[in-house]
């Protein structure tokens, strides 16, 4: 009997040495399995990483191929028809309102040079170029396959075929249209013509929604101030049109009898108009705000003067007809909006 309940005792031990060992090699096996399992998760990961980074090389490259196979691309511009043969890498910018819409359409990586006047984004690569009297043979020195403007002496134009560097000239635009077209032309000589369109879609549906917003708001007369000499526009302009758009009245039309759209108003005929609203488009170049303003002679007693209406506007985004008009409307929107 003592030898049975011994060896009872002994097999009882030897059971739960079994099982402890069991439980051991379980934790083992699943520490082991985890560590393992660890592993491969990380090694997929860069496997995963490396096959997305291939991915995207050959994405890019496969990009830059479709963009290469639409050359030569031939175009009916307002200087007559321009022609090229090969996608333009150097392209050289001298119009701020050029350089901002390339940078916009995504062909800023093929842009090597500004104008000095070209200052957006800030990325765009500012060269000693002038904007208002650039040199041939500073651009020349320069070497660009493809030179965009909104206006170039015709020496230089001259001097520019016949050293076979194509030229594209977009004047002033006129209208939003104007702009598209301009937009879309963009596209079409760097290869960016869906980037240009979904731009273009971009900005119509952003103005259609701002002009919507300013239809509830009361009609209100404006003047508009281009420097501090009363030049200002009238709503034959594209700066005009943005606001006839929103629905103001501009006194400069009544005033525009040579109809250039650029009209230089009187003091006197500003006062006896007596606006609503005073937009300044000088607060950069001249430093002019509603404290200036009220300093002048008599213009403490404007209604938009006294009530505080005097609309403090970036010189650049109301100059320029690129992608930032759409910034334009929402300027002016915005302060109707609060003054209302």
């Known amino acids: 009997m003592k030898i049975f309940k011994r060896l009872l005792t002994l097999a009882s031990v030897a059971f739960v040495i079994s099982l402890a060992a069991s439980c051991s090699s379980s934790d083992m096996q699943v520490t082991a399995s985890g560590e393992r399992a660890n592993v491969q998760s990380s090694s997929q990961m860069e496997e995963t990483a ?19 196979e639409a050359f030569p691309v031939t175009l009916q511009t307002v200087t007559g028809e321009l022609i090229l043969e090969t996608r333009p890498t150097r392209i050289l910018s001298i119009s701020p309102t050029a350089t901002e819409i390339l940078f916009a359409i995504g062909a800023g990586e093929q842009v090597f040079a500004v104008d000095d006047q070209s200052n957006y984004p800030p990325e765009a690569p500012t060269s000693d170029i002038s904007g208002w009297s650039p040199n041939l043979e500073a651009i020349l020195a320069l070497e660009p396959d493809l030179v965009v403007h909104s206006y170039l002496p015709e020496d230089i134009e001259q001097g520019l075929a016949n050293v076979g560097i194509p030229s594209l000239t977009q004047f002033s635009a006129v209208t939003l249209e104007d702009t598209y077209s301009q937009i879309s032309q963009l596209g079409q000589v760097t290869g960016t013509s869906e980037e240009a369109e979904r731009k273009i879609q971009e900005m119509k549906q952003t103005i259609n929604e701002f002009v919507t917003r300013a239809s509830d708001l009361e009609p209100l007369t404006f003047y508009h101030e281009l420097d501090q000499t009363y030049f200002s526009v009238t709503s034959t302009t594209f700066i005009g049109q943005v606001y006839a758009m929103i629905g103001l009245t501009n006194i400069a039309d009544a005033a525009d009898e040579a109809g250039s759209g650029y009209p230089q108003l009187s003091e006197e005929y500003i006062v006896s108009q007596d606006p609503d609203l005073i937009f300044l488009a000088d607060t950069k170049c001249c430093g002019q705000s509603i404290e200036t303003v009220s300093e002048r002679n008599g213009w403490d007693a404007l209604t938009a003067v006294s009530e505080g209406k005097v609309i403090e506007l970036d010189d650049d985004i109301a100059s320029r007809w690129g992608p930032r008009v759409v910034d334009f409307f929402a300027a002016v929107v915005v302060a109707l909006e609060q003054i209302e």
């Open 50 to 68: 490396e096959v997305e980074e291939t991915a995207e090389v050959e994405e890019t490259a496969e990009a830059e191929e479709e963009m290469a």
